[in-house]
Every structure is written in C-alpha cells, then in structure tokens.
C-alpha cells in the first residue's frame, strides 16, 4: 500500500458549525436596545427590584457566558475527539484493505475490502470506487441507502480528485478529506481518500447522533446551572438588597419621624461603613435641628411673652389716658380754640393705640394657641345687620342676604370678621359696598346655593364714627328692630352641613396684583409712601386667624368690571372644631379693630 498524508475539512455543513460574522453585531444592537429599555423600567421601580435585576443580570450575563463557552470547547474537543479516531481508523482500514487488492479489481473483490473495513470498531458506512479488468468503473457501498457516490458532497469529491503537485511542502498528490453534512435529522462525518499509485478511491460516513446526544445532554446540564445561578444569585441579590436596604429603610423611617416635629429622633450607629457614616450625619443634623428649634421657639416664646406683658401692662395707663381724653373731648367746645386741635389730636391717637394694644393681645392670642370658639346659633342675616349698624355704615353698604340663614358659629368673632372685611373694603374701595351671603351644599337650596335680600336701611355713612360696640362687635342679633335671639321662627334653618359663603365686594379700583399675595399679612400696607393710617395693618390677619379657628378661609380677588371681592367660608356648623363650648349670650374678651388691612 502506498503511503498517503492526511489534510484538513473541505467544508463544514454540521448544524453547530458556526455563524456568519455579521449577524453577531446585530445581534448585540438589539441586546443593547433591550437592556435600554429594561433600564429605563427600572428608573420607576423600588431600589430592591433594580438590585435584584441588576444582580440577576449580571449572574446571567455571566452564566450564559461561562456555560457557552464551556459548551463550544467541550463541543469541539468531543468532535475532533471522534474525528480523529474515526479518520485514523478509515486511512488505516483503507491501507490494509487495499493493500492486497490488484491495480484492477474485481467488484465483487472492492465489496469484500469494503466490507472488511466497515466492520470495525468505529462503525461506519464505506463506499470503494474503482476500475475493474475490462476498465467498467465499479462501485462497492456496505450501505446502498445511506452511502453512495450521489450523497457525496461534490466538493469533497472534487477534493479528493484533486492530484497536487509534489514538491518540498507537499509530498503527496493526494490528501484525505473531511466534512460534516445533514442528512435528514442526523448529522454525519463524510470522509473520502484516494489511494496512490492507481488504487481505489474510499469514502465513509460516520454518524455523529451519538455525539449530538452527549451535546444535547451538556447543553440541558449547563441551562440547568445557568437557573440555578440565576436563582442563587436572586436570593444572593435579595439577601444583599435586605442589608443594604434595612439601614436606608430605618433612616427614612426617622426623617419621616423627623418631618412630623419628632425631634429627638435619632438612629443607632453599628459599623464603620458608608451607612454607618450616613447614620452619624443624620443624628448630628437632627441633633443641630433641634436644638435650633429650640432657640427659635424659645426666642419665639418669648416674644409673644414680651408682647403679651406690653399689651397687658399698656392698658392700665391707657385705662387712664382714656378717661382724661375723655373728660377733654367732653370738654372740647370750653377749651381754647388753639388748644382744641391738639386735643382732639390727643383723643384719636388714645383711641388708635388702645385699638393697637387690644389687637396686639389678639395676635397673642393666636400665636400661643389660646383662642377658642364659643359657639352661638347665629341668624347670618341679622348678624351683618347688627355689624352694619353698629358702626353707622348703613348708608354706605348693601346687605344681599335671606333672614332665618341660621349657621352654629362665635358671634364674636364672626363680627371681627365682617368688621374688618367691610371697613376694609370702604376705607380703601369705593362705594357702595355690597355684602352678599349664601349658602352652598346645604340641603333644600337650588342651583348650590341660596340667596336672597334684605332692606338696609338707616344712618350714618363709612365715615362715621362707630358705635359703641365697634370695638367688640354685637354678640349676636340684630340690630334694633330685630326679632329677639331668645327664639328662631319656625321656618328658621337649623345649623347642619355646609358652607356658609360671604361675599364683601366694593367699587373701588381693586388691589394691585403684587398687593394680593399680601393683603392678609400682618402689618403689611400696599403704598410705602403712607405708612402711617389709621389702621395698624393687623385687621385683615386677625379676621383670616378667626376664619381659621371656625375651619374656614377668606380669599381675596380683583373683578373683571372693577373693584375687589373678599370671599368669607364658613361651615354651617363649627361645633367640631369648638369643643362643645357654647354660650346662650355675651362676649369674650375684644373683638379687635373693624377697619383694619390696607391696600
């Protein structure tokens, strides 16, 4: 037999053979489009879902990683393994097959060689090609249905065919062959040489479906290790979540603690870490918070305490002063008429700054949280009218409200409220002012609300002083002539729910629009060029704080045809929010100033 050399594959056309070098980008494109997506997800989740993601991801990343490239070693070392062996069998079958064979055999001579080579241990189908005595070409196959010169590649027989010039790199003409095909299900190893010196020409195919099922079963063995690494590393991830979370978790419980005004909230400090680190900043800006806090409630605390001993110990003097200014305002015409002036100076000036000290005690009032509604059943009607007149602004307001509207409310304090509101709205307005009341959400009223009107009528204008009750406002009823607070009439509307809603609008040219954030806060007035009023810029603050205690609200808007509205809410029934204190008649302590706030 002659000696023949072996050479490398042709062609591989196994269905693990490999990709093509343009689809691996694309392939990437589209991972990277879809991690993207799955990251911008994970913007709007929890911090313990995104490590969870984050660390499963990575695990599989990496499982998937290390299980193919164990796969594609294992898979190569297990098919050059049976390559190998199946090759060096097939070339030396081929040469001691043959070797006793003559230069022109007999077919029945190439079936018998054929199938002593077939008979070995590697198993495999083989086809012997060759040229008899009468120089017919014959053809030998152990296997007429799976070998046969048609199911041989046409590339590898060109291949063996092939006679390759001899020189120094090459010392044969003829090589052995290799490739991997398809046929049907199964895979196979097509092999094929030519013997030198005018021999036959072998080819054999092996099946690899054995191989394919070792494959297979590495493959499902390395999926399993890959769920299992991706399960590992979840509970890893949560695991990780829990002991990086828990220290985040209990510093938002106490910031939460500590934007409630808990503040002596503090954190326990265990480990030297970056969390450590963070616990210690939160206790030490909680610790500086707090003792702020202090200082400033402290410095707070005393200021109302300063305020409320001034008032206190301004009203005995003032006590005084207001009796002399008295007895000279009595004695006015007797006086020298260029003393006059100056007196009556002295009484305007007495009576502003007793309203100043009687407000000033008010805001203290509100600010130490010592105010309380003392609840009275109030006719609305009535007691606008009482306000009205009591202050002689008669002529120049107009009351747009139904008698027998009967809300559960602090008389007192709801005359503070109108007081100041209406006295506002003539000071710094125009007339007429119109005061309107209604009710919204109460039962048996139509379109949301009711309405009506009641006649007004009587002296004095806005300029007039007021009357005596100015300081401290009726406690309730009306005016004279009014139905007696004893008893409600029968179509009388009982306190119940809803809203009792009071408009005070005046014809004037409006409030500034940089005046509005403004109008209600304390001793704010709109025109720098006359700081000094009549008012002391506390009425509208002290009638906001008195809505506030009944749970209500005052707004303040302009009107597209002119003019400024000032909006009053009610509930119809304050009684929740009074603490069952309630009175059949009288007055607790000032009413404050009815013509307050400027604009």
């Not at 809803?498 to 040219?509: A, F, M, S, Y």
Request: charged share 25%.
């Amino acid at each position: 037999m002659r000696e023949r050399a072996t050479g490398g594959a042709a062609t591989d056309d196994s269905p693990g053979g490999g990709t093509g070098s343009a689809g691996v980008p694309a392939a990437g494109r589209r991972v990277l489009r879809m991690l993207g997506r799955a990251s911008g997800l994970l913007r709007w989740t929890s911090l313990r879902l995104r490590l969870v993601v984050v660390f499963a991801l990575v695990a599989l990343t990496a499982a998937v990683s290390a299980s193919g490239i164990a796969y594609w070693l294992n898979r190569n070392t297990v098919l050059d393994r049976t390559q190998n062996a199946v090759l060096k069998d097939f070339r030396k079958s081929l040469e001691d097959s043959t070797r006793s064979l003559p230069l022109r055999p007999r077919c029945t001579e190439l079936q018998d060689a054929a199938r002593q080579m077939a008979g070995g241990p590697q198993n495999y189908a083989v086809l012997l090609i060759g040229v008899d005595r009468d120089g017919k070409d014959c053809a030998a196959t152990t296997n007429k249905d799976l070998l046969t010169l048609k199911n041989v590649p046409t590339s590898l027989r060109s291949a063996v065919n092939e006679v390759r010039p001899v020189d120094d790199s090459n010392r044969y003409s003829h090589h052995l062959y290799w490739q991997r095909k398809q046929v049907g299900d199964s895979p196979y190893l097509v092999a094929g040489a030519k013997v030198i010196g005018g021999g036959p020409t072998g080819y054999m195919m092996k099946s690899l479906a054995t191989e394919r099922q070792d494959l297979n079963s590495l493959a499902w063995s390395l999926g399993i290790a890959t769920a299992l690494a991706l399960v590992g590393s979840a509970l890893l991830a949560q695991a990780a979540a829990t002991t990086v979370l828990r220290p985040v978790q209990r510093l938002g419980h106490a910031a939460r603690q500590l934007g409630e005004g808990r503040l002596d909230t503090r954190l326990r400090v265990t480990g030297t870490d970056e969390l450590a680190d963070l616990s210690r900043t939160f206790n030490r800006t909680a610790e500086r918070l707090e003792q702020r806090v202090e200082e400033l409630s402290g410095r707070e605390a005393a200021s109302r305490r300063f305020v409320a001993d001034m008032s206190h110990e301004l009203r005995t003097p003032l006590t005084a002063i207001t009796a002399v200014s008295e007895v000279l305002e009595e004695e006015a015409d007797s006086l020298d008429p260029m003393i006059a002036p100056a007196v009556q100076l002295v009484v305007s000036e007495t009576r502003r700054l007793n309203d100043l000290v009687e407000n000033l005690m008010e805001v203290t009032r509100f600010d130490a949280g010592t105010a309380r509604l003392v609840l009275d059943e109030v006719d609305v009607a009535d007691q606008v009218t009482a306000c009205i007149d009591a202050r002689a602004w008669l002529d120049a307001v107009e009351l747009d409200a139904d008698r027998g509207t009967v809300a559960l409310l602090d008389p007192r304090r709801l005359d503070v409220i109108l007081a100041n509101l209406i006295g506002n709205a003539l000071k710094h307005g125009g007339s007429p002012v119109r005061v309107s009341v209604r009710t919204e959400g109460v039962a048996g009223d139509d379109a949301g609300g009711r309405t009506g009107s009641t006649a007004v009528g009587g002296g004095g204008g806005a300029d007039a002083p007021a009357g005596p009750e100015a300081d401290g406002g009726p406690a309730g009823g009306a005016g004279d002539g009014s139905p007696e607070r004893s008893g409600w009439t029968a179509d009388a509307e009982r306190p119940g729910s809803g809203t009792l809603v009071i408009r005070v609008r005046d014809h004037g040219p409006g409030i500034p629009e940089e005046v509005l954030p403004h109008v209600f806060d304390r001793f704010y007035k709109a025109s720098a060029s006359r700081p000094r009023s009549e008012g002391s810029g506390l009425g509208l603050s002290i009638a906001l704080e008195n809505a506030h205690i009944h749970g209500g609200e005052i707004t303040a808007a302009n009107l597209p045809e002119g003019g400024a509205v000032f909006t009053l809410r009610l509930p119809m029934d304050a009684s929740p929010l009074a603490g069952g204190d309630r009175r059949d008649g009288g007055a607790e302590g000032p009413a404050g100033e009815g013509t307050e706030g400027g604009r």
